[in-house]
């Protein structure tokens, strides 16, 4: 069976996807348009539709309002991956979380565990010293979606709680389509979308959210499954149907959930139409190579530059001096931490 995306195609549209996310996480900040992400809001795509036709703004309220979507672009690939490689482990469920673990873990230790010893140096207080570890324990447990404490003040760091949530529920996902195929992929994206729709407002008093967990973001799951085990071709009317879904569940709360997997379809179909133009640069498959330790150090990063973007050439020019040092540190520590080949000297030696 030959699948849509091999392995360098994955590592480029994982650099693609960072680097939207990147400025998305800058230009949000300071761009009036704000995204639908976890919450929906009425106004939010008439105030990008107004703000986006300003030149000098433009290219802020671009990342701002749909930058945001390179996530789903990670949850795919996730999804995808894993059913390309593990769907015959025989593993059981313990070697294999502990084997995602340790593979995520080393590097997400570099960098909260420094980030939390300079937060409580300065914070003095140990009411907030106390605060700040339970959510790190949250964190490193996978658990911090679902306790509801509120977001740690740097980094996206649902994402973590979230891959690791994603992990311990693959097992049942694969033998939910091992029996029942794409019917069963089927039924499972729509029901957590049903129970999405329904729950969600009742959490809102106790600031959790499903979209920060996998029943949230099941059909990009799902569709990632579909697309690593059964052959498909990515059409144009399909890219457009998906297009149709992001504008409405942009303008209309009742269509919202379809942007999601609206986003992801364009942004394949967009990959690949430009597939061989993009693979003639490296450096996008590096950036991808990077992409996990750019998605925890660019918030630290981000943080230093927001005050100075004050207006919108200085917020062109800082959101692009963070970005561009978010990729070199995280640049730097992926190849200081590579395992480097062993020569053939000290092979003989």
């Known amino acids: 069976m030959k699948r849509i995306l091999d392995v360098e195609d994955s590592a480029i549209l994982k650099g693609l996807a960072i680097a939207a996310i990147v400025f998305h996480n800058f230009f949000h900040v300071v761009s009036p348009a704000r995204q639908n992400e976890f919450t929906f809001g009425a106004a939010r795509f008439g105030v990008f539709l107004d703000t986006v036709v300003q030149p000098w703004l433009a290219i802020q309220a671009l990342?701002?309002?749909f930058g945001h979507f390179g996530v789903q672009i990670f949850i795919f690939l996730s999804a995808y991956g894993l059913a390309s490689s593990h769907w015959n482990n025989p593993a059981t469920w313990t070697r294999?979380?502990?084997?995602?673990?340790r593979k995520l873990y080393p590097q997400f230790a570099l960098i909260v565990i420094p980030w939390f010893i300079v937060m409580a140096v300065h914070a003095r207080s140990l009411a907030v010293i106390g605060g700040m570890a339970l959510n790190v324990a949250f964190l490193f447990l996978g658990l911090f979606t679902f306790h509801g404490y509120g977001t740690p003040p740097v980094g996206p760091w649902w994402f973590i709680p979230y891959i690791v949530e994603f992990y311990a529920i693959w097992p049942l996902l694969r033998g939910i389509t091992r029996r029942w195929g794409w019917r069963g992929l089927l039924v499972t994206a729509s029901a957590c979308m049903a129970i999405t729709a329904v729950v969600?407002?009742?959490?809102?008093?106790?600031?959790?959210?499903?979209?920060?967990?996998?029943?949230?973001?099941?059909p990009v799951i799902c569709f990632g499954i579909f697309a690593a085990r059964y052959s498909f071709r990515l059409t144009t009317p399909l890219a457009l149907a998906g297009l149709g879904g992001l504008l409405l569940g942009s303008e209309f709360g009742l269509l919202w959930p379809l942007s999601f997997p609206g986003a992801l379809i364009v942004a394949l179909w967009m990959y690949l139409q430009a597939r061989n133009t993009l693979r003639r640069h490296p450096f996008l498959s590096r950036l991808g190579d990077y992409s996990l330790l750019i998605f925890l150090l660019n918030a630290i990063v981000r943080d230093q530059f927001l005050n100075l973007a004050t207006t919108p050439a200085s917020q062109l020019f800082f959101g692009c001096l963070s970005a561009a040092l978010s990729f070199a540190i995280a640049a730097c520590m992926y190849?200081?931490?590579?395992?480097?080949?062993?020569t053939a000297q000290a092979l003989a030696a």
């Open 63 to 65: 990342f701002s309002f």
């Open 200 to 218: 969600n407002p009742r959490l809102a008093p106790w600031s959790a959210n499903l979209l920060l967990t996998p029943i949230g973001r099941m």
């Open 335 to 342: 190849e200081y931490l590579r395992p480097q080949p062993k």
């Open 96 to 101: 294999f979380m502990y084997g995602r673990i």
